[in-house]
């Protein structure tokens, strides 16, 4: 990562309400390209919504979004996905009762693959997709249905891939292979935020962390020096703790 | 050969060639009539159930709108019956049109929604005040275009459009697209598909073929009531019909209305005493032992059925 480069994502001092609850109160924070961003935080401090607000299900109540100098908060998910924006779910979402590869065509025909797109067979054998190509998603493994919406989201082509707890239930040697999978992608340019609650696995991968608590940013830096703050830890265990 | 000239050859062609020559052979002209607006519905609701996930209850609202686009063609304008027949189906995209914002809702709420519209517009033409345009509910009388051999022709012509239609959709990219909106809207918009778009699209074909069939039925039985074009069998025969062949197939409705309402019209004939008992356990059947319809017997063993 070059930490000189423009930031691709600025989110700026977005809110994001449900009802009388901020989900999302003022956070900020950019990620450039190359980079692998790091959002962690206790459950419930919205880390997820912010994932969901850059990537269109949700619009924005107040800040700004702005992706490659283009303002997107609010704007549909189909558009962003056009610009150059995809990610991943928490609880995968393939389409079931379509085959793997009839998954990965969609994505194709309607993301705008070029020529220049890696071809569906390459994609499928990296992700270790090849053997199931013609088995409906429904038949799959949770951890290759995770796969699957990698690729889906890769076929697209992102500048930008949002991979919400990508990691969660694969198993050690799955963990290791995905973080050189992920860092490989960041060094061929992509810029990648990842919601992920295994420290371990965001130690590995992330050049830089947002710390989460209550909807807006309270660190930003190495997660190495994120365990020392007192603030950090008092959200992470407690307010004993953080003496 | 490619998958989408094997279906028309293979699937198309054979079923519209029997029906086009049936009645030279079969004399119970009505009934061949019926198989086609059934085959047209059932795809038709294949179209929008099967590809998009929409159950639409209050579908036979197209329908009924349909006949009496064509009605009103020809009572007021005098027009050709196959322009009042295009009318017809043109009146039922408008109707689409107006209902499109009932595709916010979903599941149970976007049926009961599309069957309260469908209620609405049949007590809207058969409302007495519009007597002088719609014949209210006295029902309507088309002498003047009575012919029973072109209409017949014309449903032939109709049943190969929506043919066309559903072969393209299983076969083209878009059709895959609907599908996938289908299974996970938000999924398939960061696939980069215009959900909204997609399911618009698919509403209005649906409503195009629905309107076209209603215009041929008015051309053909040429005396009806609001009741006759808006009966709520239409919506039902054509659902039960799609889902016992099973939907987002070409087939799967086909061979669902030749197997019911083949079934329909021989116990009618034979036993009608026993008509509603047999029918209704056979549509139990379905729903406890066949959810996905007759073809899911093959796919479930990895059999692709077109």
Not at chain 2, 47 to 59: D, E, H, N
Not at chain 2, 63 to 86: D, E, Q, R, S, T
Not at chain 2, 261 to 278: A, E
């Amino acid at each position: 990562m070059s930490p000189d480069a423009a930031p691709i994502l600025e989110v700026s001092g977005v809110v994001k309400r449900f009802g009388g609850f901020h989900a999302l109160d003022g956070l900020s924070f950019h990620v450039s390209p190359g980079e692998i961003l790091g959002l962690v935080g206790p459950n419930g401090s919205g880390k997820t919504t912010a994932i969901n607000v850059i990537s269109g299900l949700y619009a924005p109540d107040a800040g700004s979004v702005s992706f490659a100098q283009t303002q997107v908060g609010g704007m549909a998910s189909h558009k962003l996905v056009h610009l150059g924006i995809n990610r991943t779910f928490q609880v995968p979402k393939p389409f079931m009762s379509l085959t793997v590869k009839q998954n990965v065509e969609v994505a194709r025909t309607y993301g705008g693959a070029t020529d220049k797109s890696p071809p569906m067979a390459d994609l499928l054998e990296e992700y270790r997709l090849a053997d199931v190509a013609n088995r409906p998603a429904s038949d799959l493994t949770n951890a290759q249905q995770k796969m699957l919406d990698l690729v889906r989201a890769l076929a697209t082509q992102p500048k930008l891939l949002l991979l919400d707890e990508l990691a969660a239930g694969l198993n050690p040697t799955e963990l290791d292979w995905i973080a050189g999978r992920i860092k490989a992608l960041a060094q061929g340019g992509l810029a990648i935020i990842v919601v992920e609650h295994l420290m371990g696995f965001i130690e590995q991968i992330t050049d830089r962390v947002i710390v989460m608590n209550a909807g807006k940013e309270i660190f930003e830096g190495t997660l190495a020096v994120a365990v020392k703050v007192p603030q950090v830890i008092e959200v992470f265990l407690g307010g004993e703790h953080a003496a | 050969m490619p998958d989408t000239v094997r279906h028309y050859l293979f699937i198309a062609v054979p079923l519209l060639v029997v029906l086009a020559v049936a009645p030279s052979v079969y004399n119970n002209h009505l009934l061949l009539f019926n198989f086609v607006i059934f085959f047209i519905l059932a795809q038709g609701v294949n179209i929008i159930y099967g590809f998009t996930g929409y159950l639409p209850f209050g579908y036979v609202g197209f329908f009924g709108a349909g006949a009496y686009g064509f009605a009103i063609m020809v009572m007021h304008l005098n027009a050709p019956a196959p322009l009042a027949v295009l009318v017809g189906g043109a009146v039922a995209v408008v109707l689409g049109l107006i209902l499109t914002p009932l595709l916010r809702l979903s599941g149970a709420y976007f049926s009961i929604a599309n069957l309260a519209a469908a209620l609405a517009v049949l007590h809207l033409i058969a409302n007495p005040a519009l007597e002088q345009i719609t014949k209210g509910p006295y029902g309507v009388a088309l002498n003047g275009t009575f012919n029973p051999t072109m209409a017949y022709a014309g449903g032939i012509l109709i049943l190969a459009l929506t043919l066309g239609i559903v072969v393209y959709l299983k076969n083209s990219s878009f059709g895959l697209a609907l599908q996938a909106v289908r299974e996970d809207s938000f999924s398939a918009s960061m696939s980069g598909v215009s959900v909204v778009r997609m399911r618009t699209i698919a509403w209005r074909a649906s409503a195009l073929v629905a309107g076209l069939a209603g215009g041929v039925f008015a051309w053909y039985v040429s005396v009806f009531y609001p009741d006759n074009v808006f009966s709520a069998d239409f919506s039902i025969f054509a659902i039960v019909f799609a889902l016992f062949g099973g939907v987002a197939t070409i087939s799967g409705p086909l061979i669902g209305v030749i197997i019911l309402y083949g079934i329909y019209n021989l116990i009618g004939f034979t036993t009608p005493q026993y008509f509603q008992l047999i029918y209704g356990l056979l549509i139990m059947a379905l729903v406890l032992f066949l959810p996905a319809g007759l073809v899911s017997l093959a796919t479930r063993r990895g059999w692709n059925v077109p």
